[in-house]
Each structure stands twice: as structure tokens, then as C-alpha cells.
């Protein structure tokens, strides 16, 4: 088992003293290199969880652990270099009047030198393939690529993990695919744990783990095979199930055998449906 990077012990948050809980008791524990993908229904805790991790937010009640250290006041700048965040909306994140500024302010803010600066600018665009883009005001990038320039502002810290809150969710699918993909490479080559947090499923299968949220608790936590062989508890808590499973329900139905339980995505079915029906 690789070591733990991230730990959430008996949390509960509330907004206000006026509010009710918003998360109750959540209690996981998140490793080194590990892709962890939340999901639940909306409301039922995921963003909160995020600004949790990042010292946004503080825990009334438990605490929260990065690589040994608690989340609090006194210790929320040197989270932050640990802790990096994409949210959903790029134009929300932007504060340079170039890609190259956007990428600097993160760590300028974290007392980078200019050397080191100029360096991982460099590096960690063309991570992302923006290296083209040095000197492009953001407003001029298409969404997809804001999103990379956010992502390369992330990396640019060297954190220990990067959350991704819906950062893919005004993009088209190819334009996901395209992130999650670079996403990947640069997890990989990065040595990160990512944590997701996405309604899109074919997101959610790719991940080591998920988090199943509901109404502020931790529902449950496997496998995305595990997980997903649960459809119709998945369905009494507002979740679906990915849609290459639905299909095989379909097929099993209509009379064609499947062989798997539960394909988690197209590659998988067709694979099923080709060794059992290539025999026949
Ligand atoms: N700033 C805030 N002040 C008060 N209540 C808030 C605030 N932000 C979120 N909440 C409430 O906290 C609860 C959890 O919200 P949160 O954004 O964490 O859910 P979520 O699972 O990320 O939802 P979604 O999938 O819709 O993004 C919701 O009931 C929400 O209304």
C-alpha cells in the first residue's frame, strides 16, 4: 500500500451556526499517486470538500490532514503549495493580462525566485501544449484552452495533488477527452494524487477510486467496478450508472448474452460482445 497523502477524519462543516450540516462525520483517506474521482448528487457536499482540502474553508468539527499536516489558519500557506485547484469556470480563475503573467502569479505568491519562474512558465505550458501562447491575453483563448493554461498555472506549484472541481464541465467531449488525457500524462510524469470531482462518468471509470457522496456523508468508497455494480442503490441516491452498463442490461434483456457483469465503458462491451459472439 502506498503511503497516505491526504486525511479526512470525522469531518462536519456548516456554512453558519443558522445552517444545517453540510458534511457529516466524512471520514477518507486519500494515497500517494492516487486518482480519487468524487461523485454524488448535486448538493450533497463534493465542492465544500474541495475547499476543505485547500484551506478555503475550516472544519467546525474533525481535521484534515496533508502529508502529516493540519489544515488551519497557521498553516494554509504552505497547504496552498501543496493543494492545487481547477475549478469549473476559467474565467474565474484568470488574474494575468497574458498566459505567461497567469502562470506567474501562483508562485509569486508562494515567494518563487524570477529563475525558477521563468523555468517551470516554460515547462508546464508546454506540459500542456501552450507553449505557443506566452504572451495571448486569456480572454482570447478558446475554453478548452484556458482550462490548460489553469491547469499548467496548477502544476507550475508543484503540488502534491491537484483537484479538479468540474473543470471539464464547459467543455465539449472531445475537449474533455483532450484534458483528461493531458491530465493524465502530467499526473503520471508529475508523481500527483488527483482527486475529480465530475458528473461525467467516463471521467469517473478512469479513476483508481470513487467517493460516493450522499446528503453530506460518505456513502460509500471502492473500486469504479465495485461502485458501478450497484446501479439501482446508485439510482436511490439521484446517481447513474455509466452508459455502456445500461446497454448491456439492454442486450442481456433482448436475449444477447454479455459476459461481463458491468463494462465500464464502449472498449469493454465490444470486447464482450467479440469473444462471445466470434465463438458462436
Ligand atoms: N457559500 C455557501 N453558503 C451557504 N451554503 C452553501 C455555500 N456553498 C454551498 N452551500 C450549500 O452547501 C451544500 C453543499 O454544497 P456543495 O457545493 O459542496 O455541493 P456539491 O456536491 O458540490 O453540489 P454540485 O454538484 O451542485 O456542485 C448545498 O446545500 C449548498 O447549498
Known sequence: MSEKLIEFRDVSFRYSEEQPWVLKNCSFDIYKNEWVAIIGHNGSGKS??????????????GQILINGMEVNQDSVWEI???????????????????????VAFGMENRGFDRKTMIEKIETNLKAVGMQDYLLTEPHRLSGG??????????????PRVMILDEATAMLDPHGRGEIMETVSEVRQRNDL?????THDLQEVVQADRVIVMNEGEVWQ????REIFEKKEELRSIGLDVPFAAILADELQLAGVP??????????????????????T
Do not use: C
Open 80 to 102: 496552498r503549495k501543496e493543494v492545487g485547484m481547477v475549478f469549473q469556470n476559467p474565467d474565474n480563475q484568470f488574474v494575468g493580462t497574458t498566459v505567461q503573467d497567469d
Open 258 to 279: 454479455v459476459a461481463r457483469k458491468g463494462p465500464l465503458n464502449h472498449e469493454e462491451l465490444l470486447e464482450d460482445l467479440w469473444t462471445l459472439h466470434s465463438r
Open 221 to 224: 468508497e471502492a473500486a469504479p
Open 145 to 158: 484552452q484556458k482550462q490548460r493554461v489553469a491547469i499548467a498555472s496548477v502544476l507550475a506549484i508543484s
Open 193 to 197: 494524487s488527483l482527486i475529480t470531482i
Open 48 to 61: 465544500t470538500i474541495a475547499k476543505l482540502l485547500n484551506g478555503l474553508l475550516y472544519p467546525q468539527e
